[in-house]
């Protein structure tokens, strides 16, 4: 009887403490409440899959904004950059392979240029895991809706500019961007 009273005892102990870890293992809630905005200079670096029309493609890249100014370098493992999408007030150029080509808007050159829109606007909110403001959006299970796109957060970590997703994936029923986040600075 007392071995019972022990094996019972150990069983929940463990109990005890397998619930918590349970729930330290799952992930972090989406941050809540009001928009936060973003700092006006950040960077953030991580590696891009792209898939479209059946197709899929990986990538590292490196977001700059400093002085409303965005730099986005698509680069290699090795750190050659083989794309740069840049926008200011002036609009957005995409250098690729020695030429550089130039629209009014990223949505506008991606999707003359790869025959996808690359939604430039609202990416840095939801790379932060946040809905862009001024727009309808609609929550879900395991993040958020706007703008046609389903966006996914996992993965939340401690950055500079507070809590985060480390993983965001985009998708719609032609394309699906995901990115993994390294650092954000």
Not at 64 to 90: C, E, H, N
Not at 146 to 157: K, P, S, T, V
Request: net charge neutral.
């Amino acid at each position: 009887m007392n071995a019972t009273r022990h094996w019972s005892g150990c069983i929940a102990l463990l109990g005890a403490l397998t619930l918590p870890g349970c729930a330290w293992l799952s992930p972090p809630p989406a941050p809540s409440g009001a928009v936060q905005a973003l700092p006006a200079s950040w960077a953030v670096a991580g590696r891009l899959g792209v898939k479209a029309a059946g197709k899929g493609s990986y990538a590292n890249f490196d977001w700059k904004r400093q002085g409303g100014v965005d730099t986005f370098d698509i680069t290699t493992p090795l750190g050659q950059t083989v794309a740069r999408l840049s926008r200011d007030a002036s609009g957005v150029r995409l250098t690729a392979r020695g030429e550089t080509h130039q629209a009014d808007n990223a949505e506008q050159l991606t999707q003359s240029l790869l025959g996808w829109a690359l939604p430039l606007d609202n990416l840095p909110y939801w790379l932060a895991g946040l809905p862009a403001p001024g727009q309808a959006s609609a929550p879900s299970v395991d993040g958020f809706e706007q703008q046609g796109w389903r966006i996914e957060l996992a993965d939340f970590q401690d950055t500079p500019f507070g809590r985060r997703p480390g993983r965001v994936q985009l998708s719609r029923p032609d394309l699906e961007l995901r990115f993994a986040m390294h650092q954000w600075h």
